[in-house]
């Protein structure tokens, strides 16, 4: 069974959902690293006091007896507490009595670098805040849920995944210079994942290539703008012969600049890979925009956000590329059960006396 993820859920709705299918059965979740990753994804530096509202926690509805995994669809839920002061403005169903709390009024000031004014032309909506809801990287939450469940997986088969910033300190000059001018900062952030054996991904097609599909994972990340596996964008500028990795008679190389990925299948070596994350959209001091209600020139929407989300973006970042290598991982080994997967890494490192 392949491995799946589908996510529902808005920023200020009442809760995220995730349900993950084609997990092997006897899989050993551990609930308290499921809430750590949460809570990683909500610390760091430069984030704004909706964090301190929100505690996220997981809970699972279905797929999960005594903290092993039964081999059916797995249904996550966090919480979205902020939703008791939505609880008008973003009920699910028409509210009832006079309008109160937050969401009542319609954003009618579309941010740009936001979903905001794309969003409302493509799907019809009056009230921006229909789009943004979703757009929101707020369900984001769910999916470090999911990858924590990947992680869990992946450690069977001895793989880890860790997601960093890059140059943390410049960055936290960067955010407290932005945050006096009441501005906004994007950044850097690494993914390297170790223990991956030769053989993940395939060359075949851009859909099997295990390059293209970290790729688009972490591109699918909001704010995200440039993605690249190993030296990347620095290898353009290199000759061939100081660009590649020399293979030695172990079947080890010398260097790493390919990132572990070589014709869209895992090397053996360490994955690395970047992504670029612009400046975040909703700015204190706002650009300019259209009001959508008279056509009339105006500021864009104001609304309590984050100077960065850099640290916040490593933490998701690792959690899309531990799940893409979970799909990976299960489509090499298969199983039903766990030891099944775990047997069948076992008998391919012996096949290819990979050490
Ligand atoms: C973890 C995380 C937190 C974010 N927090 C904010 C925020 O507080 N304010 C904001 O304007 N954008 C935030 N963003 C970025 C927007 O969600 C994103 O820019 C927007 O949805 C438009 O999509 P795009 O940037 O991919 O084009 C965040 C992104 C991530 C990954």
């Known amino acids: 069974m392949t491995l799946r993820l589908s996510s529902a859920g808005e920023s200020h709705g009442p809760a995220l ?4 299918s084609g997990l092997p059965a006897g899989l050993e979740l551990d609930r308290a690293a499921i809430d750590a990753d949460l809570k990683r994804r909500q610390e760091g530096y430069g984030r704004s006091p909706r964090q301190q509202i929100e505690q996220d926690r997981v809970e699972v509805l279905a797929g999960l007896r005594h903290g092993r995994t039964l081999g059916t669809p797995l249904a996550l839920v966090v919480r979205n507490v902020d939703h008791k002061n939505w609880t008008w403005g973003m009920a699910p169903w028409p509210p009832e ?14 941010r740009p670098g936001h979903a905001d004014l ?14 943004l809801e979703r757009a929101s990287a707020r369900h984001t939450a769910v999916h470090v849920a999911a990858g924590a469940v990947a992680k869990a997986l992946l450690a069977t088969i001895g793989i880890s995944v860790a997601g960093s910033t890059v140059d943390e300190e410049g960055l936290r000059v960067r955010i407290d210079e932005a ?77 790493n600049r390919a990132g572990g990925i070589e014709a869209g299948i895992s090397n053996g070596e360490e994955i690395v890979v970047r992504a670029a994350m612009k400046p975040l959209p909703t700015l204190m001091k706002p650009l300019g925009s259209v ?55 076992r008998a391919y ?6 050490h």
């Open 118 to 131: 794309a969003g409302v032309q493509k799907f019809g909506h009056t009230d921006v805040r229909d789009s």
């Open 179 to 255: 945050r006096a001018e009441r501005d906004t900062v994007g950044g850097l952030v690494e993914v390297r994942a170790t223990g991956v054996p030769p053989g993940f991904g395939s060359y075949a097609t851009k859909e099997d290539r295990l390059d293209a599909r970290l790729a688009a994972a972490l591109m699918g990340i909001q704010a995200v703008k440039g993605v690249e596996i190993g030296d990347g964008f620095a290898l353009a500028l290199l000759r061939g012969s100081q660009a590649h990795d020399e293979i030695d008679t172990s079947k080890r190389r010398t260097s």
């Open 349 to 354: 490192i012996e096949r290819i006396a990979w």
């Open 97 to 110: 009595g006079e309008p109160s709390g937050k969401g009542t009024k319609p954003v009618t000031l579309p």
């Open 291 to 345: 009001d959508l209600e008279t056509g009339q020139a105006g500021d864009a929407l104001v609304e309590r956000s984050d100077v960065a989300a850099v640290e916040a973006l490593a933490v998701v970042a690792e959690a899309a590329v531990a799940w893409e290598l979970a799909v990976a991982a299960k489509e090499k080994f298969g199983g039903d059960a766990v030891g099944d997967f775990v047997a069948a890494h």
């Open 17 to 20: 959902v995730a349900i993950v």
